[in-house]
C-alpha cells in the first residue's frame, strides 16, 4: 500500500546524473507536505538497483542518464515487478485512486519522468515504457509534488497538448500499434476521450454512463492495447492515428 492510501508520507526516489539537479530536488521535495525522499541514483543502473532496495512508492526518473537511461531504466523496473498480483494496467489504478505497491511485493513503483524540454523524444518513449506521466524540470517545486502525490495514488498526469506536440514531432508508428478492429466503438469514444485528459468521472459524465461502466471500458482498452497505463494508452492513440494531433481539445 502507498503512503497515500495509509496516511503515511509518499516515499520517493530520485534519479538524475547531474548532482546540482538531484540534490536540489532532494532538498526541495523533503520540504513538500505528504513526501519522504528516500533515496537518489545518479544513472538508470542505480535507479533499478535502488529501487529493488529502497521499495519507493514513485521514481522521479530523468531520461538521459549515463550506463541506462531512464527509457530502459522505467522499462526494466516495470517489468520485474510485474505479476499476477500487479495492478498496472487495471483500469482503477490508472484512473480512479487504484492503490500502489512497492518494489518486490508484487506492484511496481510508479514512474514519473522528469525532463527539461517537453518535446523531448525520450520522454514519449518513456510513457510507451509505462512511465505514469512527465513534469519540466522548470515547474515550481510545489507542482512536482503535487504530480508525484497524484500519480502514487493512482492517477496519471497528462498534459494533452504537451503530448500531441511531442508525438507530433515524431514519424507515426505503425498503424498496427493500435488493433482498431478489436475496439468497440464505445471503446474508441473512451479513448478518444482519454486523449483529452479526461478522468473516468469526467468520462462517465460527458458518455452519461455509470462510472464501474467507463472503469469496465478503461480495462478492455488497456488489455486490448497490451497498455502499461491510461498514459501508454493515449501514445498508442496518436501514434497510430486513432487520434489526430491538433484534432482534440
Known amino acids: 500500500m502507498s503512503g497515500s492510501d495509509s496516511g503515511a508520507p509518499v516515499t520517493l526516489l530520485i534519479a538524475d546524473d547531474d548532482e546540482v539537479t538531484r540534490s536540489g530536488l532532494r532538498t526541495l521535495l523533503a520540504a513538500q507536505p505528504g513526501i519522504a525522499v528516500v533515496g537518489e541514483a545518479a544513472d538508470g543502473v542505480e535507479a533499478v538497483e535502488r529501487a529493488r532496495r529502497l521499495r519507493p512508492d514513485v521514481v522521479l526518473m530523468d531520461v538521459r542518464m549515463p550506463r541506462r537511461n531512464g527509457i530502459e531504466a522505467t522499462r526494466q523496473l516495470l517489468a520485474e515487478s510485474a505479476g499476477p ?48 506521466g512527465f513534469v519540466l524540470k522548470r515547474l515550481p ?97 496518436y501514434e497510430s492515428g486513432l487520434v489526430v494531433p491538433g484534432a482534440t481539445g
Open 141 to 237: 517545486v510545489r507542482q512536482i509534488a503535487e504530480a508525484v502525490r497524484v500519480v502514487a495514488a493512482g492517477e496519471a498526469i497528462l498534459f494533452p497538448a504537451a503530448l500531441r506536440r511531442m508525438v507530433a514531432a515524431r514519424p507515426l508508428a505503425s498503424a498496427e500499434a493500435l488493433p482498431r478492429a478489436a475496439l468497440t466503438g464505445r471503446e474508441e469514444e473512451v479513448l478518444r476521450l482519454m486523449a483529452t485528459g479526461l478522468t473516468n468521472p469526467e468520462i462517465a459524465d460527458a458518455l452519461r454512463v455509470r462510472l464501474e461502466t467507463v472503469k469496465t471500458h478503461v480495462g478492455n482498452v488497456l488489455t486490448k492495447l497490451g497498455a502499461q497505463n491510461r498514459t501508454h494508452a493515449v501514445v498508442i492513440a
Open 85 to 132: 498480483a500487479c495492478s498496472v494496467g487495471s483500469a482503477d489504478s490508472v484512473g480512479s485512486g487504484g492503490s500502489v505497491g512497492s518494489v518486490g511485493s508484487g506492484a511496481p513503483p510508479k514512474v514519473v519522468v522528469i525532463t527539461t524540454f517537453e518535446n523531448d523524444g525520450y520522454v514519449t518513449a518513456a510513457l510507451s515504457a509505462g512511465a505514469s
